[in-house]
């Protein structure tokens, strides 16, 4: 049999020998096929199904819903042979995926890389460990079926763009750490592009724009990060956001860049590397030291 390749993420889309072939199948019929697949062991109760996709409608007219619905599903998926070979199977009260019916899932295999690539340590990633999850990341054309507003749908849409969110602040990072800095900057405009609040990504953008030699823009992106913190959260930017953009700000040379040439940047600098515990407890004692100073100079000074 053809492997059937079902697209949940964007429009509703089923391939087959690269032809769609859900052209017909009406809206109802795709959301009980994704509540399906999506479904935890990939089945579901008839009766629950039912109430999920068609909630105001009464038990005989959600019966009914649901038998047409099945029908499309069959009509579309089906290739013609036993029933025992459909997609979708009625097993007693259950309704349950074929498991040996070929099938590829948009949501499978995103779900499935993004996880891995949550797990991973930023500093143990490679570059084919990049590309896999740019793949990952390919396969979210848009958020879970576009076209579906219903409860359910709307709580696995948000748990799945979250995954997406991990997914690309992880690969920013990652190129940020092997020196892509470009597609560091990429992928972290994406990222805002879906949470326009992330913080840590406009400091990473701050950051990278300042060393790929674009102070201008590195401030902008902090006036963009204040803006944005404000108008949908009523806060201000973290104190190390501040700090990251006095640090770009201060910094009077014609070319704003650091390069292999530049000297080092200090410990615990917000554009450097982080800080150790001792290097942050030596910092911490000279400031303290530079503002007892500073107040015994005002406290000494004549009126």
């Not at 859900?22 to 009766?47: D, T, Y």
């Amino acid at each position: 049999m053809l492997e059937l390749r079902v697209h949940l993420f964007g429009p509703f889309q089923i391939v087959s020998a690269d032809r769609e072939v859900a052209g017909s199948i009406l809206r109802k019929a795709q959301e009980l096929l994704a509540l399906v697949l999506l479904a935890p062991q990939r089945n579901i109760r008839r009766e629950s199904a039912a109430e999920v996709v068609w909630p105001d409608a009464g038990p005989e007219a959600s019966r009914k819903a649901i038998r047409q619905a099945l029908w499309q599903i069959h009509q579309v998926t089906d290739t013609g042979g036993p029933d025992s070979q459909r997609l979708v199977l009625t097993d007693g009260d259950l309704l349950r995926v074929n498991p040996d019916r070929p099938l590829w899932t948009d949501v499978d295999v995103f779900t499935e890389q993004a996880k891995a690539a949550q797990l991973a340590q930023v500093e143990d990633l490679t570059d084919a460990d990049l590309a896999a999850m740019d793949q990952a990341s390919a396969l979210y054309r848009g958020p879970l079926l576009t076209s579906c507003y219903e409860e359910w749908c709307l709580a696995e849409r948000a748990q799945l763009e979250d995954l997406h969110i991990t997914l690309l602040d992880k690969l920013s990072s990652g190129c940020e750490r092997r020196g892509h800095l470009e597609a560091a900057i990429c992928w972290a405009q994406k990222l805002l592009e879906i949470e326009a609040a992330h913080e840590r990504s406009h400091r990473r953008l701050m950051r990278l724009y300042y060393l790929t030699d674009d102070r201008t823009r590195a401030l902008r992106q902090y006036r963009r990060c204040q803006q944005v913190l404000a108008d949908e959260l009523g806060v201000r930017p973290q104190a190390r956001t501040e700090a990251l953009a006095a640090e770009i700000g201060a910094d009077n040379e014609s070319r704003a860049v650091l390069s292999a040439h530049s000297p080092p940047i200090r410990a615990g600098s917000p554009l450097g590397p982080p800080a150790t515990l001792d290097s942050f407890r030596a910092e911490l004692a000279a400031l303290r030291a530079s503002v007892d100073a500073i107040s015994h100079q005002l406290r000494n000074s004549p009126a």
